[in-house]
């Protein structure tokens, strides 16, 4: 699972901790895909008991998600590099956006810019 290589690379990113995932990579990786006119929500859902991160958007009625999450654990070795999680989000999602009725067929680009962990630069 995607986890595993998540843990690869050099890491800053806590998958256990919502509002961090959400504000560092999820925000700015939907928001590069779908216009503020059309997004309604971005849940983000973290189940450590089951070892399962899920992220979706509701965007004009419809919701959007990929259909697998990625594998979470709360070992001491968790920690996952946040520039890497962002880009397959990215990916994940602009394909299912293009399966949906929001953009059917449209394949959406965009950039995002993964923030720092709290307390840096970014802050």
């Known amino acids: 699972m995607i986890g595993d290589s998540l843990r690869a690379m050099p890491a800053d ?8 995932v959400s504000r560092r990579v999820v925000d700015p990786v939907i928001k590069s895909l779908v216009r503020p006119d059309e997004l309604e929500g971005i849940p983000v859902q973290v189940d ?3 070892g399962d991160l899920r ?3 509701l965007a ?3 919701w959007v ?8 654990t709360d070992d001491d070795d968790h ?3 946040a520039e890497r999680f962002a880009a397959e989000l990215y990916d994940r999602l602009r394909d299912e956006l293009t399966e949906s009725r929001l953009s059917w067929g449209e394949l959406r680009d ?4 993964v923030l720092g962990p709290r307390g840096g630069a970014d802050d």
């Not at 990113?13 to 961090?20: F, Q, Y």
């Open 13 to 20: 990113l806590n998958p256990l901790d919502v509002d961090e």
């Open 65 to 72: 998600a990929p259909p697998l999450g990625w594998f979470v």
């Open 110 to 113: 965009g950039e995002y810019e």
């Open 79 to 81: 920690l996952w590099d």
């Open 48 to 50: 450590a008991a089951m």
């Open 55 to 57: 992220v979706a958007l």
């Open 60 to 62: 004009c009625g419809e």
